[in-house]
């Protein structure tokens, strides 16, 4: 008897460009011994040598011919290896009710014809039988005897599981087929262990075997299931249980008061290719490539859709990520765009939307509201040539945090906008934002019981209101409170046919505004501005972070240089 055995018997997932219909699969089961039989005779032993001090148990042979102790049998894809029962049955022109009877009933006289069937106790059930389509899903995992576990079957299970799916026509595997391809049939990454494929079509094959005693042989109630095999079609085979390779055999023990015990062996013995072959393939999958990218090329097309001369088109992928800081729970946002002078936008694009409504969780010593919320504006932008506007302005964001409670008592967190990048790429920018405060106790307890507080009639004078013509805008006597801020994420692109152009002549660090008209000019303002800052602030930082004696004596070197 096998010292060790196979307990590993899960699904195997396996991946390969070729036809299935090129798989071969050697089976073999071998009769190990009874356990009645095994426990009699250690019984019997035990008893002859109770006078002698050590016991010696003596090699059990097998009992009977070989044929009906091991049987080995190579079977293709959708091969038709006929069972006894089914011999008996499909004999009988009468009993053949549906065509697949009637092709069972010639195929079963041709072979009593001929040298007759090569099988004994291993048969198959083929995706057409009604085994396959048509028995019970309780009964399928009650014959599985490999199965160390059996899990009961859910309530749509067993509802799915009456469905019959009967398919008369069924094809003729030819057995004859010249050398398989099978290209990669060791387990890739996809490799999984008891793991559902869900595809629109997918076929079996189940590998039965007889494993009654030689008297009994052709009974339902003697087979088991040895292999089952699945594809869907599109390259992926699913066998359960795994090819031994060089692993131990499974041990099937039957069931009834003898309780045999059987060797199961599975091995893919499908021919592999050639190099010559194989090269051969792999020249025609390349060709077959390069002919399906040109294809989708021509389907695309060569020309790549380009904006007016003289018209920018800005495109930006935002999204509200996060808000934190305010006052109260049960966040949501409204936001809505301006365009500027010059700016336009398509007719049916919406310029305005609001969040969904979010409750705020812990996160270090601040109560954050994650919105995850995404938005996105394109724009277009016009440049004239007689315009006095040398630096025209970029599109606003302008948006307002407000909060619910389960009294549907509506209040304003907070008032913010956001400019537009001039640069295109990936930013990440937090706003802050400010609501109206007015003075005195009724304000205060209004929020808090009733809901409600001051609000602007224009949300523009968050900023500059678009209405303001003036040199220079006074809120002198404007009270404010500051409240929180807002997390965007934007990922900005702009299109111009004068953006080509720079890259073309390699200017690359030159900005579309530039070959727009010019306008690129408050950028680098800005830029320098901003780095004149730094560099100021770092001097201060390291004067402050100085001794008082080292400043004194520089001080006091400084003024015997000057004198």
């Not at 899960?10 to 009769?31: C, F, M, P, T």
């Not at 089914?86 to 053949?96: D, G, I, K, R």
């Not at 305010?326 to 946002?333: A, G, H, Q, S, V």
């Not at 004194?552 to 070197?557: P, Y």
Request: with cysteine; hydrophobic share 35%; glycine share 6%.
């Amino acid at each position: 008897m096998a010292d060790c055995w196979n307990t590993d018997t899960g699904e195997a997932v396996y991946r390969s460009r070729d036809a299935v219909k090129n798989l071969k699969v050697k089976v073999r089961i071998e009769r190990v011994t009874s356990t009645a039989a095994l426990s009699q005779r250690l019984q019997q032993q035990v008893l002859s040598q109770q006078d002698r001090e050590e016991i010696e148990l003596e090699t059990l042979s097998p009992q009977g011919q070989t044929g009906e102790n091991e049987e080995e049998v190579v079977v293709g894809w959708q091969e038709k290896l006929f069972s006894q029962y089914e011999m008996e049955l499909f004999q009988n022109e009468a009993a053949c009710q549906t065509p697949l009877d009637r092709q069972y009933h010639t195929e079963i006289k041709a072979l009593n014809k001929a040298k007759g069937q090569r099988n004994h106790r291993i048969f198959t059930y083929t995706d057409h039988d009604r085994y396959t389509n048509c028995l019970p899903l309780h009964q399928l995992q009650h014959i599985d005897l490999l199965t160390t576990t059996k899990s009961s079957p859910t309530f749509l299970a067993e509802r799915m599981a009456t469905v019959r799916h009967r398919r008369q026509e069924r094809r003729t595997i030819d057995c004859s087929v010249p050398k398989s391809r099978i290209i990669n049939w060791e387990p890739t990454e996809e490799f999984v262990k008891s793991s559902h494929v869900v595809n629109n079509v997918m076929q079996t094959m189940h590998i039965m075997g007889d494993l009654g005693p030689p008297g009994r042989m052709g009974q339902k109630e003697n087979e088991c299931l040895l292999l089952t095999i699945k594809t869907d079609g599109s390259g992926t085979v699913i066998v359960k249980p795994d090819f031994n390779k060089d692993r131990e055999p499974y041990r099937i023990v039957t069931e009834g008061e003898k309780r045999e015990v059987w060797r199961l062996t599975v091995q893919n013995v499908s021919t592999t290719m050639n190099p010559e072959e194989k090269e051969k393939e792999q020249n025609m999958y390349r060709d077959l490539y390069v002919r399906h990218k040109e294809y989708l090329n021509s389907l695309v097309g060569q020309d790549f859709e380009m904006p007016p001369i003289g018209l920018l088109r800005y495109l930006m992928n935002g999204e509200i990520v996060s808000a934190k800081g305010f006052e109260y729970d049960n966040l949501y946002i409204h936001f809505y765009l301006e365009l500027p002078n010059n700016w336009s936008s398509l007719p049916f694009q919406s310029l305005s939307g609001v969040t969904q409504t979010c409750r705020s969780k812990s996160l270090g010593k601040e109560n954050v509201a994650f919105f995850s919320h995404p938005f996105n504006f394109e724009a277009f932008y016009m440049s004239e040539k007689e315009s006095d506007e040398l630096i025209p302005q970029w599109p606003v964001l302008y948006f307002k945090v407000l909060s619910v409670d389960s009294w549907q008592r509506y209040r304003t967190e907070g008032y913010g906008y956001l400019l537009f990048p001039a640069m295109p790429g990936k930013h990440t920018m937090t706003c802050h934002t400010w609501r109206p405060l007015q003075t005195g106790t009724v304000s205060a307890l209004r929020r808090f019981f009733i809901g409600g507080s001051a609000e602007l009639e224009d949300h523009s004078y968050v900023r500059i209101p678009g209405t303001f013509k003036g040199e220079r805008l006074s809120r002198f006597g404007f009270c404010t409170e500051t409240t929180g801020s807002v997390t965007f994420n934007l990922h900005c692109m702009q299109q111009a046919r004068a953006l080509a152009k720079a890259v073309v002549l390699k200017k690359r660090r030159q900005n579309v505004a530039d070959q727009l008209g010019g306008f690129s000019q408050q950028g680098a303002v800005c830029a320098i501005l901003e780095a004149f800052q730094r560099a100021r602030r770092k001097m201060q930082e390291a004067r402050e972070s100085l001794p008082g004696d080292v400043i004194n004596s520089t001080s006091q070197l400084q003024l015997d240089s000057s004198v």
